[in-house]
């Protein structure tokens, strides 16, 4: 399919920026500025500064002894990136795949977006009028590649709108800078005398290449559509995504619950075509007002069940809060895996880890106290106690290796294991007495050691020599000695668990 | 005349005791818990499943103790399959050792919540859903009001639930079926060998309702219970007299 780039250029983005939060500074000169080295030097200019002779690199001091009031802000560094990151995610509304460029831009791919505004020109005036009414001067361009987009928003000026296989006709009369080439690069072809695109480009390959070198060589190859240039969305579309834009804006609960219901509708026809389950969904809701409230749900098994997933999203609408209005939804399908067609006969007829009733109510747990509450262990091959299980997430994975039962284990583990004062007759032999909690316990039993190493290969340490000891009364330990005997120290007794 | 009275109060307390919501025996599968005579105190001499069951256990070691006696329990509940869960606020179970007690841990879904609250949520949530075997519950409190709620909610699900209450002192009414206070025993020496027996439990059944309470000695052995041989718990009455 032909690929069409728009690009939008923000001349003044940060001043703008500024602007918009403090209505004072309207019409002031005013720029931002940023240590660099030793000194201050302006990072951002208005258009008043700019006409002053304030430009970007220059000393802070300078600029001050031009205009005396200039209104300076400070230490902004990366607030031009974020700043755009914040726009660009915004603009999904008009395209899924949208971009940061450089010098302050953002790249809009619109294949096959504009005809739902009515065309190119309808798109592209829907977009800069809405920028410059949030209070942005932008400047806008479509065309066929990146290149020629970025050039013609930023020096071009006829037309925004650039048809396809007419790049190098736009390109012609505009400086050399408008092909992105480095300053010396463009710097030096100005000096040859060669100051517009058109007095170069139909040179051959070779010489050019002599002059500017290869790296702006493959700039200008990208911008007449001759090399395929990288695209990297800030926000990678999910596969499986939907989309609903509302004709007005809606502000009810009912009509959030429409939405989700209809846009799952989707979402589970489309999973369920490719035999795909949901394990987690974010839905996000454009507002008015330029906030996206995002909703996020998860599953402990892959669903694909409407009803059961709209439960879920109807736990969380109280979240959303729709203030002025929400123009858009869009729900991702941020996590699927396959859906086994087995289970679904199953489901009803077993009572199991199968059982969408038991799936169900995790998920209803889940919802409310978070996924991360609920835990289920199966063995790992590992002998040190902490590291002897795993936490999985899913409800489906099975045994890969079966529980050992040759060592007893305490019924009882404390997360930390606590110290003990001990006293053992001789060495490497069980204690007759320890006192824990500010009890003592007289040993009447005992088994061990059972010597357990530290798994070097993971980790540093001590062994651990575990004995099982029982009390006068019955009660079972479980302690341990850290690392050997030795007479220099005195070695360090643990208490770990309880048996039963 | 005598077997006539016998007949009409037998039917009468039947009737009863399906007021009170406990099903007659015979109603489901009858699981055999291997409990010998304990299950003697049990109305109809059956292990009330669907009901609550409270276990006591103040500290870690009556914990362990609880722990272990309530997985043997849920090893012979889920014989057949099923799943249970296990919702607690601080918990300190270890997986793995239940397999000792013919449980197999990877068909516990364990529950880790912050707060009390959200426990008696859960534990409600859960014991709706009728597909699971079991609910297990770590409690420091639980209020009569709040034991009601669980049970009005077992009589329709049919599940059996089990409550461990961390916080004895403050001992309130609940409407659970029996309150159980497990505590470990000493061990007798397998063949006269050193080291550790299996475990020995005393299991005492401080409250059953419509049933008799009692206190008994139990050994784990082997997958299933045991009652301890006669000179055994001979010598542990004479400790418990010195």
């Known amino acids: 399919?032909?690929?069409?780039?728009?690009?939008?250029?923000?001349?003044?983005?940060?001043?703008?920026?500024?602007?918009?939060?403090?209505?004072?500074?309207?019409?002031?000169?005013?720029?931002?500025?940023?240590?660099?080295?030793?000194?201050?030097?302006?990072?951002?200019?208005?258009?008043?500064?700019?006409?002053?002779?304030?430009?970007?690199?220059?000393?802070?001091?300078?600029?001050?002894?031009?205009?005396?009031d200039l209104?300076?802000?400070?230490?902004?560094?990366?607030?031009?990136?974020?700043?755009?990151?914040?726009?660009?995610?915004?603009?999904?509304?008009?395209?899924?795949?949208?971009?940061?460029?450089?010098?302050?831009g953002l790249i809009l791919d619109i294949s096959g977006c504009a005809h739902l505004w009515?065309?190119?020109?309808?798109?592209?005036?829907?977009?800069?009028?809405?920028?410059?009414?949030?209070?942005?001067?932008?400047?806008?361009?479509?065309?066929?590649?990146?290149?020629?987009?970025?050039?013609?928003?930023?020096?071009?000026?006829?037309?925004?709108?650039?048809?396809?296989?007419?790049?190098?006709?736009?390109?012609?009369?505009?400086?050399?800078?408008?092909?992105?080439?480095?300053?010396?690069?463009?710097?030096?072809?100005?000096?040859?005398?060669?100051?517009?695109?058109?007095?170069?480009?139909?040179m051959p390959r070779s010489v050019l290449r002599r002059r500017i070198g290869e790296e702006n060589m493959e700039r200008i190859e990208q911008v007449l559509g001759q090399k395929e240039e990288r695209f990297s969305p800030i926000v990678v579309p999910e596969l499986y995504g939907e989309r609903l834009a509302s004709m007005e804006p809606i502000r009810t609960r009912k009509g959030i619950e429409i939405a989700i219901e209809k846009l799952l509708t989707q979402l589970c026809n489309h999973l369920e075509r490719d035999g795909m389950g949901l394990r987690s969904a974010l839905l996000q809701s454009f507002r008015i007002d330029g906030k996206v409230i995002r909703t996020e749900i998860g599953t402990n098994s892959p669903s694909a069940h409407i009803s059961h997933l709209l439960k879920l999203f109807s736990l969380k609408i109280e979240q959303i809060e729709p203030k002025m209005g929400i123009e858009l939804f869009t729900m991702d399908a941020t996590k699927v895996e396959p859906l086994d067609p087995r289970q679904e006969a199953l489901w009803a007829a077993e009572k199991g880890v199968e059982d969408q009733k038991v799936t169900e109510l995790l998920d209803k747990l889940a919802g409310k106290v978070g996924l991360q509450a609920i835990q289920r262990y199966?063995?790992?091959?590992?002998?040190?106690?902490?590291?002897?299980?795993?936490k999985v997430d899913s409800l489906h994975e099975t045994l890969s290796l079966p529980w050992r039962t040759d060592r007893l284990r305490p019924v009882q583990l404390l997360k930390i294991p606590e110290p003990v004062q001990v006293s053992a007759p001789i060495p490497d032999y069980p204690p007759m007495l320890f006192r824990y909690q500010g009890i003592t316990h007289q040993v009447k039993k005992a088994d061990g050691p059972e010597r357990i190493e530290r798994e070097w290969w993971l980790e540093e340490g001590e062994h651990r020599d575990y004995y099982q000891l029982e009390d006068t009364e019955g009660k079972r330990y479980w302690l341990f000695r850290s690392g050997h005997y030795s007479s220099e120290k005195t070695s360090g007794w643990f208490i770990h668990g309880f048996f039963a | 005349m005598e077997s006539v009275k016998r007949d009409i109060i037998g039917k009468l307390q039947e009737q009863i005791l399906s007021l009170q919501g406990v099903k007659p025996v015979g109603d489901g599968p009858a699981v055999n818990f291997g409990l010998g005579e304990i299950s003697a105190s049990f109305p109809g001499k059956v292990f009330p499943l669907a009901a609550i069951h409270e276990f006591l256990s103040t500290n870690l070691e009556d914990a362990a103790a609880s722990g272990g006696f309530i997985s043997a329990l849920l090893s012979s509940l889920m014989q057949?399959?099923?799943?249970?869960?296990?919702?607690?606020?601080?918990?300190?179970?270890?997986?793995?050792?239940?397999?000792?007690?013919?449980?197999?841990?990877?068909?516990?879904?364990?529950?880790?919540?912050?707060?009390?609250?959200?426990?008696?949520?859960a534990s409600e949530e859960a014991l709706k859903c009728e597909s699971l075997a079991a609910v297990v519950t770590e409690l420091d409190e639980i209020s009569f009001a709040q034991s009601r709620r669980l049970q009005l909610v077992i009589e329709k699900s049919r599940v059996t639930s089990f409550i461990i209450r961390k916080n004895a002192e403050k001992l309130s009414a609940t409407l659970a079926a029996a309150?159980?206070?497990?505590?470990?025993?000493?061990?007798?020496?397998?063949?006269?060998?050193?080291?550790?027996?299996?475990?020995?439990?005393?299991?005492?059944l401080l409250k059953v309702k419509n049933g008799l309470p009692g206190s008994w000695t139990i050994e784990y052995s082997g997958g299933s219970f045991r009652a301890p041989s006669k000179t055994v718990s001979e010598t542990i009455e004479i400790r418990k007299a010195v």
């Open chain 1, 118 to 202: 009515g065309g190119e020109r309808e798109y592209l005036r829907e977009i800069v009028n809405r920028l410059r009414g949030l209070g942005y001067f932008v400047r806008a361009a479509i065309s066929d590649t990146m290149g020629t987009s970025w050039a013609v928003a930023r020096y071009g000026k006829i037309s925004p709108i650039i048809k396809s296989t007419e790049e190098l006709n736009a390109l012609l009369s505009l400086p050399p800078m408008a092909l992105r080439l480095s300053a010396v690069a463009s710097q030096k072809l100005i000096k040859l005398g060669l100051k517009t695109v058109g007095s170069f480009i139909s």
């Open chain 2, 80 to 121: 057949k399959g099923g799943l249970c869960l296990w919702i607690s606020t601080q918990r300190k179970i270890f997986p793995p050792s239940l397999i000792t007690f013919g449980l197999s841990p990877e068909r516990i879904i364990f529950i880790d919540l912050q707060n009390e609250r959200d426990v008696l949520w």
């Open chain 1, 1 to 68: 399919m032909q690929k069409r780039y728009m690009s939008i250029w923000f001349s003044t983005l940060l001043t703008d920026w500024i602007r918009i939060k403090r209505p004072a500074l309207r019409d002031l000169p005013l720029v931002f500025s940023d240590k660099a080295g030793n000194r201050m030097v302006i990072t951002a200019t208005s258009s008043e500064a700019s006409l002053l002779g304030i430009h970007l690199g220059m000393p802070l001091a300078d600029a001050r002894a031009i205009v005396p």
């Open chain 1, 71 to 104: 209104e300076v802000i400070e230490n902004q560094c990366h607030k031009s990136e974020r700043l755009l990151r914040a726009i660009g995610e915004w603009c999904i509304r008009y395209s899924p795949l949208v971009a940061v460029e450089e010098d302050q």
């Open chain 1, 378 to 390: 199966l063995p790992q091959p590992y002998h040190w106690p902490e590291r002897s299980i795993k």
């Open chain 2, 179 to 204: 309150r159980w206070r497990i505590s470990a025993l000493p061990s007798e020496a397998i063949d006269g060998l050193p080291g550790l027996g299996f475990p020995r439990w005393n299991i005492e």
